[in-house]
């Protein structure tokens, strides 16, 4: 599969919030292991206070259907399966399947430039 040539994290998911593609780097990102978060929520991979508004984003999202980065002047973060919070920047890409509306976000952990910005 070509998602698992890149470094960035591929999460897809479907209309519903549901995970259907992960590839490797995402996976190891966030903790799981392979396959692990396949038909799991969106909301696994997201700190438990932004859970409440993150639905009304992705519904509006989805009605604008258009590429853009996520949290734009914002600072977003990831919650690991170990429960440990980091760093993160999202792009998002929706896009149509048979007639189906998904997502695909790429992920990349900034831990290590946000502690370069404190040095």
Known sequence: ??????SEGIIVVNKEQVIVI???SAEEMFGYEKGELLGKPLDTL???RYHKHHDQHVDHFISKSEKRQMGHGRDLH???KNK???PVEAGLNPFELDGSVFVMAL???ITERKRGNRN
Not at 1 to 6: D, I
Request: charged content about 25%.
């Open 84 to 86: 440990e919070e980091f």
């Open 78 to 80: 990831g919650i690991r």
């Open 22 to 24: 992960s590839n490797s």
């Open 1 to 6: 599969m070509l998602a698992e040539g890149v």
């Open 46 to 48: 997201i700190p438990q």
């Open 107 to 109: 992920i990349i952990d």
